[in-house]
């Protein structure tokens, strides 16, 4: 079973197109994978998908700046 | 074939929209998916004297996102939406095509996050066909994107080029960039970074380029595809349709000015009523979104019954044509490696 790190990486390299390696958890959307806030939303909703978890609020999609974040993010929803 | 409308979306819906869907049923012999107010849909399918039709689908959806709503946040918060209902069935392959006439950016919005963008593509492109007399031009991008990089415009010059050759029939699209000379040194520092991006594909053989052109041939003929970003084209777009509008209707003033000149227009009445039908968008379809994984067709907000057939007959092409995989086939092409601009 991958880590939700190994899950999370995965989706967003799906969606910007990257390698594996060059994703962690201190990549920054905005100013390392060039994301917009379309960019963002796109991958909140692929992560609840894949995930299963209910919505990720706009104040929330805001508050997700880094692979980190989201990971966090994901942890939290999971319980 | 199986065309999902939006029937509760546009100016004139959802009347025009239902009749509109059973016209293009009867007419083209596709299966037509209505998508909204069951019970409003079901009364206007019994006053057309269709609602015995096996090939008339119903699906429920008992919200509307109308011109008021944010479309970057629509389709996410009014789920139960015609909108967002017709284009999770395109997602989930319950049909081939949506066509909506509602909010644009909630659809351009819906399109990209509920059936996705084609992968490595890094923005989808609004690109309609306008009159040149000849075939069309294809102007590609007129609205979806303000803020462009050198990148997306190489990736609209290909999936211009594309659409062109396909839907429009021209086997070698002439793909020009939209700039204010024709001169290579003329342009922003965009223009000029995509000038050569695309000079590049078309030195590979993989698209003919003929560098740039300017607003007067939007009309001409001489590019097949205009290549430009949606500020620029969006504006181009309007200017268009407005001078458009102004000479129709001094040109219709003119022509009943007087009795010599009604005598005039008799004599000419077939050629100016190719002309009229030439300009309607009731006969062109709706705008395309390029770059999405599956056919999403934006019809025009006051389209009728007959416009909203005529977008049945593009989206119906459109499937048929390949456009989608041709582009997926091309993806490496398209993509700059590295992040650079």
């Known amino acids: 079973m991958n880590s939700i790190f190994e899950r999370v990486r995965d989706i967003v390299c799906e969606q910007f197109?990257?390698?594996?390696?060059?994703?962690?958890?201190?990549?920054?959307f905005l100013s390392e994978l060039d994301a917009d806030s379309l960019d963002v939303v796109?991958?909140?909703?692929?992560?609840?998908?894949?995930?299963?978890?209910?919505?990720?609020?706009?104040?929330?999609i805001r508050g997700i700046q880094t692979v980190g974040d989201l990971v966090a993010y994901v942890e939290r929803a999971l319980g | 074939m199986r065309i999902i409308i939006d029937a509760m979306s546009g100016d004139n819906a959802p009347g025009e929209l239902?009749?509109?869907?059973?016209?293009?049923?009867?007419e083209q012999n596709v299966d037509v998916v209505l998508v909204g107010r069951t019970a409003e849909i079901q009364?206007?399918?019994?006053?057309?004297?269709?609602a015995e039709n096996p090939h008339i689908i119903l699906e429920d959806a008992p919200d509307i996102i109308d011109m008021h709503d944010d479309p970057s946040t629509a389709v996410r918060r009014k789920p139960g939406s015609s909108m967002a209902v017709a284009l999770n069935l395109l997602k989930n392959g319950a049909g081939d095509a949506v066509i909506s006439a509602g909010n644009t950016g909630a659809l351009l919005t819906g399109a990209t996050l509920l059936v996705r963008r084609i992968r490595g593509i890094r923005r989808a492109a609004m690109a309609p066909v306008l009159p040149n007399g000849g075939r069309g031009t294809l102007l590609i991008d007129c609205g979806a994107n303000v803020e462009c990089t050198p990148e997306y415009l190489l990736q609209f010059g290909y999936m211009g080029s594309f659409y062109a050759k396909s839907m429009l029939g021209i086997p070698q699209p002439k793909v020009g960039l939209l700039s204010n000379g024709t001169e290579d040194t003329?342009?922003?520092?965009?223009v000029k970074a995509a000038h050569a991006l695309l000079q590049d594909a078309a030195a590979a053989g993989r698209i003919?380029?003929?560098?740039?052109?300017?607003?007067?041939?939007?009309?001409?003929?001489?590019?097949?595809?205009?290549?430009?970003?949606?500020?620029?084209?969006?504006?181009?777009?309007?200017?268009?349709?407005?001078?458009?509008?102004?000479?129709?209707?001094?040109?219709?003033?003119?022509?009943?000015?007087?009795t010599r000149a009604k005598l005039g227009a008799l004599l000419v009445k077939?050629?100016?009523?190719?002309?009229?039908?030439?300009?309607?968008?009731?006969?062109?379809?709706?705008?395309?979104?390029?770059?999405?994984?599956?056919?999403v067709i934006k019809a025009h907000g006051n389209s009728d019954a007959?416009?909203?057939?005529?977008?049945?007959?593009?989206?119906?092409?459109?499937?048929?044509?390949?456009?989608?995989?041709?582009?997926?086939s091309h993806i490496e092409f398209m993509k700059i490696r590295g992040g650079e601009d």
């Not at chain 2, 003329?186 to 965009?190: F, I, N, V, Y």
Request: aromatic share 4%; proline share 2%; hydrophobic share 40%.
């Open chain 1, 17 to 28: 197109d990257v390698d594996a390696e060059s994703i962690t958890e201190e990549t920054d």
């Open chain 1, 42 to 60: 796109e991958l909140a909703m692929s992560i609840e998908e894949s995930f299963g978890i209910p919505q990720i609020g706009e104040d929330e």
């Open chain 2, 18 to 26: 239902v009749r509109g869907g059973v016209l293009a049923q009867r």
């Open chain 2, 43 to 50: 009364k206007l399918l019994l006053d057309c004297g269709a």
């Open chain 2, 186 to 190: 003329k342009g922003t520092e965009l």
């Open chain 2, 208 to 258: 003919t380029f003929i560098g740039n052109v300017e607003g007067t041939d939007m009309f001409s003929g001489r590019a097949d595809v205009i290549v430009t970003d949606g500020y620029s084209g969006n504006i181009m777009l309007k200017t268009a349709e407005g001078t458009i509008k102004f000479l129709m209707k001094n040109l219709k003033s003119a022509l009943t000015a007087s």
């Open chain 2, 270 to 295: 077939n050629d100016l009523n190719a002309l009229k039908k030439m300009m309607d968008v009731r006969e062109v379809g709706g705008t395309p979104f390029l770059g999405i994984k599956a056919p």
């Open chain 2, 306 to 328: 007959r416009a909203v057939s005529s977008a049945v007959r593009q989206a119906v092409s459109f499937v048929n044509a390949g456009v989608i995989a041709e582009i997926e």
